[in-house]
């Protein structure tokens, strides 16, 4: 099955650094978002060097059957190692969002607040789940054990890519169908942009550079608070 990608990344209107790293390559069919943790520093070295130890495994280590939670697990190494010279007192961390299309489905590795999307038939769903205190509570909830969580901490992280090892990540596999369009974006997109208007330029873009840049110039316009990154692919 053919894909077709497009990537754009903005930083924008007031934070001094893009913290956000991307992968979008056909070649690999191979895409991810990463977003710096913000309180952390160094967060533009974080996502880059998860991104970077992804890539290096797939180009050089990968074979089938592909060991989604060994590449997992090396690059928080990389990034975890990384933290211990940057930053020794507090670490750094990403969040990591990553899509790999092979035999016939979309292979996810997921950690932290960016997130997936999938288009079908007008249908859009989310591919994945944030790691976050409400999150987590609400799962302990399910299971009968006590829970507390203040309101103003519900969106804290429990999950990064760089905490000291190991980490648990999701990994999960979805068929892919032709027609579906796809979209992996940080939370500068999420935030600012309704999952209803998600499908709706989903939906009526008429290729992954139009749609990509659309969501971009939205969140912006919204005040770009944050830093925003989308990578929208068509399967065809």
């Known amino acids: 099955m053919k894909l077709r990608s497009f990537a754009l990344t903005d930083i924008g209107c007031y934070r001094q650094q893009n913290e956000d790293s991307y992968v979008c390559d056909d070649g690999l069919r191979l895409y991810a978002v990463a977003d ?25 280590r990968a074979k089938k059957p592909f060991d989604y939670a060994g590449a997992l697990a090396l690059a928080n190494d990389a990034v975890f190692t990384l933290g211990r010279q940057l930053s020794p007192r507090h670490g750094i961390g990403t969040t990591l969002t990553l899509a790999h299309f092979a035999d016939g489905a979309a292979h996810i590795v997921h950690v932290g607040d960016s997130a997936m999307f999938r288009l079908r038939d ?12 409400e999150n987590e509570m609400r799962e302990r909830a399910a299971r009968g054990e006590p829970t507390y969580v203040l309101t103003e901490n519900r969106a804290a992280l429990t999950r990064c890519v760089g905490q000291p090892p190991p980490l648990e990540g999701d990994i999960d596999s979805h ?21 209803h208007e998600l499908t709706k330029h989903l939906t009526t873009g008429q290729t992954p550079e139009s749609i990509a840049r659309t969501l971009v110039g939205l969140a912006r316009e919204r005040g770009g608070l944050d830093n925003a990154t989308a990578i929208v692919i068509f399967a065809e």
């Open 36 to 60: 710096g943790i913000g309180g952390l520093p160094a967060g533009a070295a974080a996502s880059r060097a998860a991104l970077d130890a992804f890539e290096d495994w797939f180009v050089k």
């Open 122 to 133: 007008g249908e859009l769903d989310v591919l994945t789940r944030e790691h976050n205190l």
């Open 175 to 195: 068929p892919i169908e032709a027609g579906d369009r796809y979209l992996l974006c940080t939370d500068g997109i999420t935030r600012c942009i309704t999952p």
